[in-house]
Nanobody, 114 residues
Framework: QVQLVESGGGLVQPGESLRLSCVVSTTTFAIYAMGWYRQVPGKPRELVATITSHGITNYADSVQGRFIISRNNAKNTVYLQMNALNPEDTAVYYC????????WGQGTQVTVSS
């Protein structure tokens, strides 16, 4: 069974940066589009950013220009560089396959607060 393990979250002040990582346990990682999602308690999970197998990226309007998604196929890892964080970015962040989601990992908590 494919496992998704997110890490890199934490508590930061507004304006600071974080880099999230997600390691995916599959031998076919390189052929799949991946996405980063986030969820706030009581609200639906939101798609934040996606990256295709060819490296084409797309972002939600709320993070465009601040977040950067990337991937390292040799390490089966997808990253999310988050810059200029604000309190509205506070959420649990998850990664998953964009077009055929697998069971969700535990996520990583990002808290932006002064």
């Amino acid at each position: 069974q494919v496992q998704l393990v997110e890490s890199g979250g934490g508590l930061v002040q507004p304006g600071e940066s974080l880099r999230l990582s997600c390691v995916v346990s599959t031998t076919t990682f390189a052929i799949y589009a991946m996405g980063w999602y986030r969820q706030v308690p009581g609200k639906p999970r939101e798609l934040v950013a996606t990256i295709t197998s060819h490296g084409i990226t797309n972002y939600a309007d709320s993070v465009q220009g601040r977040f950067i998604i990337s991937r390292n196929n040799a390490k089966n890892t997808v990253y999310l560089q988050m810059n200029a964080l604000n309190p509205e970015d506070t959420a649990v962040y998850y990664c998953n396959f964009k077009n055929s989601p697998r069971p969700w990992g535990q996520g990583t908590q990002v808290t932006v607060s002064s």
